[in-house]
């Protein structure tokens, strides 16, 4: 199985910026969808971006422009580059590893969570 350990999350300043990453050990990453979604008191977790095994990105709406997903597959670790932080993107981030089986099951792993908290 995929262990997933966040880190990088705290409180920052509106406009301030954070680098979240997620480190994996169990099995390399390079085979496996990765993503970062978020979960604020109250609302639905949503995924915020996500990396496919060969490269390709997805962003949601609210964050295009402001945050980036990058992966080290050398390192097996994913990241999450966050600029221009705004108040509402407070919430729970989790890391999250994705490997369809079937066209029904799937593999999948998700990590702790870390609290990113934007407030002055």
């Known amino acids: 199985q995929v262990q997933l350990v966040e880190s990088g999350g705290g409180l920052v300043q509106p406009g301030g910026s954070l680098r979240l990453s997620c480190a994996a050990s169990?099995?390399?990453?390079?085979?496996?969808?990765m993503g970062w979604y978020r979960q604020a008191p109250g609302k639905w977790r949503d995924m915020v971006a996500r990396?496919?095994?060969?490269?390709?990105?997805n962003y949601t709406d609210s964050v295009k422009g402001r945050f980036t997903i990058s992966r080290d597959n050398a390192k097996n670790t994913v990241y999450l580059q966050m600029n221009s932080l705004k108040p509402e993107d407070t919430a729970v981030y989790y890391c999250?590893?994705?490997?369809?089986?079937?066209?029904?099951?799937?593999?999948?792993?998700w990590g702790q969570g870390t609290q990113v908290t934007v407030s002055s």
């Open positions: 169990g099995s390399m990453l390079s085979t496996y969808h």
């Open positions: 990396v496919t095994n060969g490269g390709s990105t």
């Open positions: 999250n590893a994705n490997k369809p089986m079937s066209p029904y099951t799937s593999a999948n792993y």
